[in-house]
């Protein structure tokens, strides 16, 4: 059985990368996110698991000095009809 994809990033002239594991796929924008400016890095959230997006958004207002305001409960709520996950 394949495992669903929970995330991809891609770098300046490459090829994306799918992750099939959250915690591999947060250790990797947590390491590449300070340096996006430079390696053209990007990402983008491809599943609902509220763990996980949170924990990507911690990342980013983190990167910019602020905490995020929202709870994990907010992140458990379900999506919009419609909406989409996406990333930097």
Known sequence: ???????KVTYLCDYPREY?????FIACVREEL????????QFEVLTD???????IDDLIYDLYGEENPRTLE??????????QFSGM
């Open 49 to 55: 698991d509220p763990v996980t997006r949170k924990a």
């Open 74 to 83: 907010d992140y458990e709520s379900e999506p919009e009809k419609g909406m």
């Open 20 to 24: 099939t594991d959250a915690k591999e």
């Open 1 to 7: 059985m394949e495992r669903a994809v929970v995330g």
């Open 34 to 41: 300070p340096y996006r400016s430079t390696t053209g890095f």
